[in-house]
């Protein structure tokens, strides 16, 4: 019991468990929850019971036995269980080193050298005389394949994979065949996706039918490509290397513009995917992307729908962003699919997300969003979209002082605001509240007057 109470009052553990808490309620409550999250949850879970079997460990060594000092992994400076030699020959504990890596580093923690790969080789040696110490204290060491996750990968794997990278060099029917497998693989494989981090070059090499064939390639194949960018992105060591290798972005726009269905909704999905990072997201926002996106958001084909508004989202939680996109047009396409009732949750939230720019205020203003907005907060049943209607609505009237007349009315005639401040959610409570201070104030002005 002791144990577990110092296991509980980790800040790790605990952090750990809040963000597992988080995403096994996305997975229960939202039947659209994305692959990412599954992944997300997983690694959460692994970390929890990573730090549990190190704990246990952990107490086991401090007893009266010190262990070798070349025994203890640089990063953790605890005894390693997995131990694994990086490419300047220094070695550490599989897991620490792999975080590191994860991080987006590319030096060696110890030497600091630019690493020239990123592959891992196991120190049969050191694992070996760790072993034996272990045994002959009578503590018992961790199989360290319990450990092994989606970064662990056999030969066979890697061999595999250098096969198919190489084809993709070759004629146009070796290419078509090992994009199909590598679309696959990387589907089923997390071990597949954690491959594509160890070489800069693996990405430009799966890439490298696009260099061949200025004039477009097969959409069989573009769609495989594409699909496989996606799956790469999901895996969190890859989404900084994805989004910057200069050949992606500009073929996800062309994906995004002339692609089949599933071709252009999996280039806005791994989009939305590599802007997870808040660097990616400015990189993909300068690229130009978002005019392709919403675009494709006004064609408004269904199968694509969730994940462009998805990847907006994302890149428009910053501002820069933000600015891009009502420069573009975002706000009338945004108006015109909620007012057509077209997917009226994720479009609001973006709206809602562009009512802090002056610009997009002034768009909504024109375009009718007050009397829509109203509408929906009426007769919606959904506390987020009434929540982001108001949102918006309290924007407009600190900026267009005009629209309180069409408040009054509204408030006048059905009490929408006087309802929501009453039983929206917090948030919507405070915005309620402010709009309706704000018809006090303009109110008694004009009396006043």
Known sequence: MAKTGVLETDPR??????????????IVEDDDYSVEVMDRAREALCSIKDLKVKRSMSLKLHGPHSFPEEFRCPL????MRDPVILATG???????????????????????????????????????????????????????DQYSNEDQIMDADRSRFI??????????????????????????????????????????????????????????????????LLNLSIHDNNKKLVAETPMVIPLLMDALKSGTIE????AAATIFTLSALDSNKALIGKSGVLKPLIDLLEEGHPSVMKDVASAIFNLCIIHENKSRAVHEGAVKVLMKKIMNQTHVD???????????????????????????????????????NKENCIAILHSVCLNDRTKL?????????????????????????RKANGILERLRRALNITHTA
């Open 13 to 26: 553990v605990a952090e750990l468990k809040k963000e597992l808490q988080r995403l096994v309620k996305s």
């Open 76 to 79: 953790s400076r605890e005894m």
């Open 90 to 144: 220094q070695t550490y504990d599989r897991p620490f080193i792999q975080k590191w890596l994860k991080a987006g580093n590319r030096t060696c923690p110890l030497t600091q050298q630019v690493l020239s790969h990123t592959m891992l080789t196991p120190n049969h040696l050191i694992r070996e005389m760790i072993s034996q110490w272990c045994q002959s204290h009578g503590i018992e060491l961790t199989d360290p």
């Open 163 to 228: 096969d198919l990278l190489e084809k993709m060099s070759s004629s146009a029917l070796e290419q078509k065949e090992a994009a199909k497998e590598l679309r696959l693989l990387t589907k089923r494989m997390p071990s597949f996706r954690a491959l594509f981090g160890e070489s800069l070059d693996a990405i430009p090499q799966l890439l490298n039918p696009f260099s061949q064939n200025k004039g477009g390639i097969h959409p069989d194949l573009q769609e495989d490509l594409i699909t496989t």
């Open 263 to 266: 071709t252009r909704s999996n």
């Open 346 to 384: 994720e479009l609001l939230a973006i709206l809602a997300m562009l009512s802090t720019h002056q610009k997009a205020i002034e768009e909504m203003g024109d375009l009718g969003a007050v009397s829509c907005l109203l509408t929906i907060i009426r007769e919606s049943s959904c506390d987020r």
């Open 405 to 429: 007349r069409e408040l009054r009315e509204e408030e006048n005639t059905y009490r929408t605001i006087s309802k929501l401040s009453q039983t929206g959610t917090a948030r919507a409570k």
